[in-house]
């Protein structure tokens, strides 16, 4: 009967299982319950944390903050990632379609970009290496059966739109190369015509403008100021002169500090479209009711020009309160434009100036007016670029330690001789280079008169020594005759027929040897000193081509000048230039430069600046410390002259103005002076 009692096990095996719930239960099942308790355990940590809503929430905002500033520091500055970022599903988000749009023209109009047209009537466009954009002139081929109504339908949809960009794509580089007929661009009409450098300058600094990472000081309060904040800068052109570029560099600026520009182009009919394009600025594709609703979306809108005046105008008649958020940087110092922007002038927030002498005339002519400005004006002086500085060996955001200062001068001394060499010039040539828009209040003609003057002044020693060269001759022939004479009366009883020679007087080496004599023979002593002028910018949409033609028939009565005039394109890239250069003038007539943006940078490179004793300049260059200075007009023709033939015979005297001009930008014209400056527009214009 023992053998077959069966064990509890099987015993149980035989009787119901009690309730899941019953003590029996638990007490048999008690194996199990430190993993409920273990589970118990967590379930309770996990209640105790989402009663803790505190801890919750601030957990959640951190969360939120932090991906808010991966986000928008990746917008900021990944931008070869930047479009695949975006992408979601393998569309584009319609908030960054512009963009795109704004690539597709860079890669067309960029001279590194491959365009391909094949026989389908398709043009490829390579916008960068991770993203291919094809946009047809025709719709694309009919889809496949399997595909449905709806894909059918967005097929059609993106067909129309890429035919629609692609006649925007045409549009804008039609206004890229479109140039006025009237406008001489020719080597023909110009006689020597060079550049751009921007290949040499790639080769021999190692270096270009598409390598660079962003110039933001992290440290700095204008990057503090800016970071998160939205701005609309105001172009009144495109052309390449001070003010837009100003503008293009402030953007940059801005773009690399964590910020997000738009740009609002009033007239597009110039070069600096592409330049835009590459630096990743926003191109507003309107001037109207777009504009007006991305401008009221700002933190603040910052307008580059006093022709901005009727922009300004149309967006406080649409937005009444829209004055409060603008910020007017005037560049120009002349009566028509206070005429031009006086409606508005006590409208806006906050007027810049660049100067002290034009903060002063426009005051004056606000008295004179009886116009009340809302906020006392800031002077904000313009600076010399990362890029440049970089180049000319002066310490900037771009240097690394494979790219240091003294490395960079070493090429740039590489580059002047390059770029020299282009030019078929000398190491005793003097290079007076000029660069800016052509026009009667740039000065040109009345320099090009100067430029002859001071070659004529030049050339008269070299002619007295031709004409006592002439005279010397004379007069060895007379002695010759006279002691061939003396020699035939005195041999008469010997041979006649022995020829006399004097080594002395047939051989003018010999005499040449004695001393002072020498220079009367000899016209070579030294490699002749030769003066040379270098004018831009050709091509400008700002140039005036009657100002032009009547320069081209001036250099047309003057042979001497004309073949030592040479000319060179409008650009961007003036690192080149300013490094082949020996002294830059500043010709401006009128009440003068405004401020006078290139000559800082030719400065920085060391120039010595022969400027107009008005406006900007004189507030810039110092007389006899960094440059000459010189009356405005006819009158100052002489005084020019003068400081032109002064320089080119006295090197020494060039190198030690340029280093003190150079001395005087390192410490009042760099990046970080105009950005310090500029926080305090920023603080008047966003506080409450």
């Known amino acids: 009967m023992e053998d077959l009692r069966l064990s509890p096990l099987r015993q149980g095996s035989f009787k119901s299982s009690p309730p899941r719930g019953s003590p029996t239960f638990r007490r048999v099942h008690s194996g199990r319950t430190p993993r409920r308790d273990v589970v118990k355990g967590s379930g309770g940590a996990l209640q105790w944390f989402r009663s803790n809503r505190l801890l919750y929430w601030l957990l959640l905002i951190t969360l939120w903050t932090y991906l808010g500033f991966y986000v928008q520091s990746r917008w900021a500055h990944d931008d070869d990632n930047k479009v695949e970022f975006l992408r979601f599903g393998g569309k584009l988000r319609e908030d960054v379609l512009h963009v795109e749009q704004n690539k597709r023209v860079d890669s067309v109009a960029d001279k590194s970009s491959h365009t391909v047209v094949d026989g389908t009537n398709v043009v490829h466009v390579d916008v960068n290496k991770r993203m291919h954009v094809t946009l047809a002139k025709k719709e694309d081929v009919t889809p496949r059966r399997s595909l449905s109504v709806r894909r059918r339908r967005r097929r059609r949809k993106s067909g129309s739109s890429s035919r629609s960009k692609t006649q925007k794509v045409r549009k804008v580089v039609e206004d890229l190369d479109e140039q006025d007929p009237e406008l001489p661009k020719t080597n023909v009409t110009y006689g020597k015509l060079f550049g751009p450098f921007g290949s040499i300058e790639d080769r021999v600094l190692e270096w270009s403008p598409q390598k660079r990472s962003g110039t933001c000081d992290r440290k700095s309060d204008f990057k503090r100021l800016v970071w998160s904040r939205r701005f609309v800068l105001l172009f009144h052109e495109l052309s390449m002169t001070g003010a837009p570029i100003s503008m293009m560099e402030l953007a940059s600026e801005l773009l690399s500090c964590g910020a997000t520009v738009y740009a609002v182009v009033l007239s597009r009919r110039s070069g600096l479209l592409q330049e835009l394009i590459r630096r990743r600025i926003k191109v507003v594709e309107d001037k109207g009711e777009l504009s007006f609703k991305t401008a009221m979306k700002a933190d603040l809108v910052i307008a580059g020009s006093a022709v901005c005046a009727t922009w300004i105008d149309q967006y406080m008649d649409h937005f009444p309160a829209g004055g409060s958020q603008i910020a007017w940087w005037v560049m120009e110092n002349r009566r028509e434009y206070f005429d031009r922007a006086k ?295 002489k005084v020019l002259a003068q400081n032109l033939l002064y320089l080119l015979r006295n090197p020494s005297t060039r190198l030690q103005l340029g280093s003190e001009g150079r001395k005087k930008v390192e410490k009042m014209y760099m990046k970080q002076h105009m950005y310090k400056r500029f926080v305090d527009v920023l603080v008047k214009c966003m506080r409450p």
């Open 343 to 637: 409606p508005v002038l006590d409208r806006v927030k906050l007027l810049i100036f660049l100067s002290e002498v034009q903060s002063k005339q426009w005051l004056t002519w606000c008295e004179e007016e009886q116009i009340k400005l809302r906020s006392q004006p800031v002077i904000v002086p313009l600076s010399v670029n990362d890029e440049l500085a970089f180049v000319a060996g002066i310490s900037s955001s771009l240097n690394t330690p494979t790219l240091t200062t003294e490395m960079m001068k070493a090429k740039r001394q590489t580059l002047r001789e390059s770029v020299r060499k282009e030019f078929g010039l000398t190491d005793k040539d003097m290079l007076v280079m000029s660069l800016s828009s052509i026009n009667p209040t740039k000065g040109q003609l009345l320099l090009l008169e100067s430029a002859a003057l001071a070659l004529e002044r030049a050339n008269e020693p070299e002619q007295v020594a031709k004409s006592n060269h002439s005279k010397t001759k004379n007069l060895n022939g007379i002695k010759k005759e006279k002691i061939s004479l003396s020699v035939r009366h005195r041999l008469r009883g010997s041979s006649r027929k022995m020829k006399i020679k004097s080594p002395t007087l047939d051989n003018p080496s010999v005499l040449s040897a004695t001393g002072k004599r020498k220079l009367l023979f000899s016209t070579n002593i030294t490699q002749k000193q030769d003066l040379k002028l270098l004018l831009g910018s050709v091509g400008s949409k700002s140039n005036k081509v009657a100002y032009v033609k009547e320069m081209l028939n001036f250099l047309s009565k003057n042979g001497n000048l004309s073949n030592s005039v040479v000319w060179t394109l409008a650009t961007t890239r003036v690192a080149s230039l300013y490094s082949a250069a020996d002294v830059y003038v500043t010709n401006s007539q009128g009440i003068g430069e405004t401020f006078g943006r290139v000559t800082i940078e030719a400065m920085a490179y060391g120039l010595p600046v022969l400027g107009t004793d008005a406006g900007g300049t004189k507030e810039i260059v110092e007389h006899n410390v960094t440059g000459l200075l010189h009356p405005v007009g006819r009158p100052g023709n």
